[in-house]
């Protein structure tokens, strides 16, 4: 299978921050035109997260679910028959590009409302070719025509997919940079409301994430990443490594744990994910220094990939689970 790179499939922390009046006013002084200005700045950037975060997860499925097509299949014009049976699943339906159009005919659309909009064409035209390829490949048909309708679809697919990367990417930027403007929001309210575990916990995160974002500025994968600037990546290790410990530290602390409405037992399958991680990171480092290639299948393969400790892949996955389990316990304390 044709090595594509590390999808950069950043899962985002939800942030509880739905604009409201009250909490706004927490982190911005009161008076004046120009208060005025930025408070209405804040509520419409909240709102617009909210309100595209799923389509923002979807959007993710949808570009892992078109890497592993093309690793089957190839990148070139010429479909490459798999070595094996393939399943072909690409989330893209019609609810979610209407959820699209809802977000695009918002009265004040933010940037990033109007970057998921320019994303409707070619949705659209993407929407019949993916349906039939789902089809396609879950009634098993290629067995019947020896994938002579597989070449079909992957020369529609292919010319979709260049003009799809181009405004998916553009509209991932803008909710990334949508999501930190929220999140440096949100931040200056633990710190005045004194939510310290919150805090450390966030800047564990924005750590971990930082490291992650540096694999993708150095365009490494499992087939390369011995060749990156491991001086960049030790910093960054030092940093995720200092936050972890901060972090372990806040939930010694009863009191501050109860202020919050927390019990320690809370974190602890989150511990469990940041210890992988912090596992996963120290290996990478470990193996760049040493100059200690991937496994033959992970460097040609990132579903293998994602499971060998220490690869650009692995770290991703165990950096969205990590996620995922922070996510977790506001879903968890939001319906206390």
Known sequence: MKKIGVLMALMLVVIVFCGKKSEIDKILPTGGKKAAQTKEIIQQNSDSYNKNIKIYNRILELDKELLYYFEDTGTEETFKKPVQEMTVNIPLNQALIDRIK???????????????????????????VVTQMNGYYAGKLYQKDNYKKAQELHSRILKLTEKYNTVA??????????????????????????????????????NSEDFVKEISRQNLDASNFTDGNAKEFKILQEKVN?????????????????KEGFEKEDFDPFITKASAFKRTVDEFVRKM????????????DSYYAQSEEGTPENILKSYNELVAERNKILEKKSKK
Do not use: C
Request: positive net charge.
């Open 242 to 258: 200092k936050s972890l410990d901060v972090f372990r530290k806040t939930l010694k602390n009863n009191k501050q744990l109860k």
């Open 169 to 206: 990417h553009e509209y991932e930027e803008a909710f990334q940079a949508n999501a930190r403007d929220v999140r440096e929001n949100k931040m200056q309210d633990f710190v005045k409301n004194k939510e310290f575990t919150y805090y450390n916990q966030f800047i564990f995160i924005r």
């Open 102 to 128: 809802e977000v695009a005919k918002s009265k004040k659309p933010t940037e990033l409302d109007k970057k998921a909009g320019e994303m409707i064409p070619v949705l659209e035209e993407m929407l019949p």
């Open 289 to 300: 220094e040493k100059k200690e290639k991937a496994s033959h299948s992970a460097s040609t």
